[in-house]
C-alpha cells in the first residue's frame, strides 16, 4: 500500500495575520489519492502545489492563486506558497500538499495512514493509525448515502407537510375575506360553477408566481442547510431541471385539491347573512 500522512498545520493569510491550525494531507504520491476541482475534473498534483479544500477556503476568504502562509506544527519556519487549486473533498477539509513540498517546508513527514486496493487485514506498523482499502472506502460511501437519502426523504415529507398548511391556511384566509365578493357575485347569477373557476384560476395564478420566485431561492437555501450542518463535510449540490418542475407539480397538484375543498363550501354561502356582515 501507499502511505500518507494526516496531520496538523498552520496557515494564515498575511505575514503578519494571525494564524490558524487546519488539517493537512501529505501525500507520497498521487496513484491512490487523487484530487478534484470544484467541477469534479481530476487535477494532478505537482510538487509546490498547495491544494486547499472548498470548504476551509470559503470558510477563511481565499481564492485559487491567492498568497498562503504554512508551516508544520513544531517547525519556526512559514512557507510563503500560492493556492494552486481549490479542491472538493467531502470529507477532509484543510490542505493537501506533495511530500518533498512539505520537507521543504521544514516539515517532518510520518506517515500514518497505509492506502491500498486489497484489505490488509495483517499489516502491521507502528507508526500507522489506519489502514484504508478501496472496498472499505466503498463501503463507507454507500453506507453515508443510504443515510443521507433517508434525511431528504424526510426534509421532502416534512416540506410537503409545511406546504399543505401554508396553501391550506391562505386559502381559509383568502375565502373568509371574499365571502362578500362571492355571495355579490351569486346575487348577480354568477353560477357555482362560475365562481369555481374565478376561485380555481386566481389561486392557480398565485402559485405559478410563488413557484417562479421560489426557483432562484432553492439551491442558496439548499446550500445554506448542509452549509449549517456544521462539522467537516462539504457538499457539492446540484439542482437538475427534472426537479424543480416535479416540486412545481406537486405544489399545484396540493393548491387544486385545496381549492376543490373550498369550492365545496360555496354552497353553503348565504349571501343575506354575508351582506350583512360586511356592510
Same mark, same amino acid.
Given at each position: 500500500?501507499?502511505?500518507?500522512?494526516? +496531520?496538523? @498545520? #498552520?496557515?494564515?493569510?498575511?505575514?503578519?495575520? !494571525?494564524?490558524?491550525?487546519?488539517?493537512?494531507?501529505?501525500?507520497?504520491?498521487? +496513484? &491512490?489519492?487523487?484530487? =478534484?476541482?470544484?467541477?469534479?475534473?481530476?487535477?494532478?498534483?505537482?510538487?509546490?502545489?498547495?491544494?486547499?479544500?472548498?470548504?476551509?477556503?470559503?470558510?477563511?476568504?481565499?481564492?485559487?492563486? +491567492?498568497?498562503?502562509?504554512?508551516?508544520? =506544527?513544531?517547525?519556526?519556519?512559514?512557507?510563503?506558497?500560492?493556492?494552486?487549486?481549490?479542491?472538493?473533498?467531502?470529507?477532509?477539509?484543510?490542505?493537501?500538499?506533495?511530500?518533498?513540498?512539505? =520537507?521543504?517546508?521544514?516539515?517532518?513527514?510520518?506517515?500514518?495512514?497505509?492506502?491500498?486496493?486489497?484489505?490488509?487485514?495483517?499489516? &502491521?506498523?507502528?507508526?500507522?493509525? *489506519?489502514?484504508?482499502?478501496?472496498?472499505?472506502?466503498? +463501503?463507507?460511501?454507500?453506507?453515508?448515502?443510504?443515510?443521507?437519502?433517508?434525511? @431528504?426523504?424526510?426534509?421532502?415529507? $416534512?416540506?410537503? /407537510? =409545511?406546504?399543505?398548511?401554508? @396553501?391550506?391556511?391562505?386559502? !381559509?384566509? *383568502?375565502?373568509?375575506?371574499?365571502?362578500?365578493?362571492?355571495?355579490?357575485?351569486?346575487?348577480?347569477?354568477?353560477?357555482?360553477?362560475?365562481?369555481? &373557476?374565478?376561485?380555481?384560476?386566481?389561486?392557480?395564478? $398565485?402559485?405559478?408566481?410563488?413557484?417562479?420566485?421560489? /426557483?432562484?431561492?432553492?439551491?442558496?437555501?439548499?446550500? #445554506? $442547510?448542509?452549509?449549517?450542518?456544521?462539522?467537516?463535510?462539504?457538499?457539492?449540490?446540484? @439542482?437538475?431541471?427534472?426537479?424543480?418542475?416535479?416540486?412545481? /407539480? *406537486?405544489?399545484?397538484? !396540493?393548491?387544486?385539491?385545496?381549492?376543490?375543498?373550498?369550492?365545496?363550501?360555496?354552497?353553503?354561502?348565504?349571501?343575506?347573512?354575508? $351582506?350583512? *356582515?360586511?356592510?
Amino acid at each position: 500500500g501507499d502511505l500518507l500522512m494526516l +496531520d496538523k @498545520i #498552520q496557515v494564515k493569510k498575511k505575514e503578519d495575520g !494571525v494564524s490558524k491550525n487546519t488539517n493537512v494531507t501529505v501525500l507520497n504520491n498521487t +496513484d &491512490k489519492y487523487r484530487l =478534484i476541482d470544484v467541477n469534479l475534473k481530476e487535477y494532478s498534483l505537482k510538487e509546490g502545489d498547495i491544494a486547499v479544500s472548498r470548504r476551509f477556503a470559503d470558510q477563511h476568504g481565499f481564492k485559487n492563486g +491567492d498568497t498562503i502562509y504554512w508551516k508544520g =506544527i513544531g517547525s519556526d519556519k512559514w512557507i510563503k506558497s500560492k493556492i494552486s487549486l481549490i479542491n472538493w473533498n467531502m470529507s477532509n477539509q484543510g490542505l493537501t500538499i506533495l511530500k518533498p513540498t512539505y =520537507i521543504d517546508g521544514g516539515g517532518v513527514y510520518h506517515g500514518n495512514v497505509c492506502l491500498s486496493d486489497k484489505n490488509l487485514k495483517n499489516y &502491521k506498523n507502528d507508526n500507522v493509525s *489506519a489502514v484504508i482499502s478501496r472496498n472499505s472506502r466503498l +463501503d463507507a460511501w454507500d453506507n453515508g448515502v443510504e443515510i443521507y437519502e433517508l434525511i @431528504i426523504l424526510s426534509f421532502i415529507v $416534512m416540506a410537503l /407537510i =409545511i406546504m399543505l398548511i401554508v @396553501i391550506y391556511n391562505s386559502a !381559509v384566509l *383568502a375565502f373568509n375575506e371574499r365571502n362578500k365578493e362571492f355571495a355579490t357575485l351569486k346575487v348577480l347569477g354568477i353560477k357555482k360553477r362560475g365562481l369555481r &373557476k374565478i376561485m380555481i384560476s386566481q389561486n392557480i395564478w $398565485m402559485t405559478v408566481v410563488g413557484g417562479l420566485l421560489g /426557483i432562484p431561492l432553492g439551491k442558496p437555501v439548499l446550500n #445554506q $442547510m448542509f452549509v449549517s450542518n456544521g462539522g467537516g463535510q462539504d457538499f457539492l449540490t446540484k @439542482i437538475y431541471l427534472k426537479s424543480y418542475f416535479i416540486s412545481f /407539480i *406537486a405544489v399545484l397538484i !396540493v393548491s387544486l385539491i385545496v381549492n376543490y375543498i373550498f369550492t365545496k363550501k360555496m354552497k353553503k354561502i348565504d349571501m343575506v347573512e354575508s $351582506m350583512k *356582515a360586511n356592510e
